[in-house]
């Protein structure tokens, strides 16, 4: 699979679980605080400082979605500059302790999450 198929893949299969995180952490925040609406929990996802984690997989969504918006194409070494962030992130490689506490909380809690983690590896190689 040529790298800019397999980040695509990827870059979708991110998503997914990114989706999937977002699911887990808001019942869990509804439990605690009741239910909200898609807008209330929007706002709380944005500004609660609990879900800044999160971030880093929708900033590299944006990231990679803005790469292949590129109108003037876009470097081999871009597509595996992202494809080696992506394996970073999945591997909890990354010096924040909080982040890395929360998404492994989140895979061993959530069995679609650690599906869609897997989905992922395979995708990365």
Request: charged share 35%.
């Amino acid at each position: 699979m040529e790298n800019a198929e397999r980040l695509r893949n990827a870059r979708n299969e991110l998503l997914k679980l990114h989706k999937c995180l977002i699911d887990h952490e808001r019942a869990i925040w509804e439990r605690i605080n009741g239910p909200a609406t898609p807008a209330q929990f929007l706002n709380v996802l944005i500004e609660d400082p609990d879900f800044s984690w999160l971030r880093k997989f929708s900033t590299l969504i944006v990231e990679i979605d803005e790469m292949f918006a590129q109108k003037d194409g876009y470097p081999a070494e871009t597509v595996d500059l992202h494809l080696k962030k992506l394996r970073e992130l999945i591997a909890m490689q990354d010096e924040d302790e909080e982040f890395k506490s929360k998404y492994q909380a989140a895979l061993q809690q959530d069995l679609d999450a650690a599906a869609r983690q897997g989905d992922l590896r395979s995708i990365l190689g």
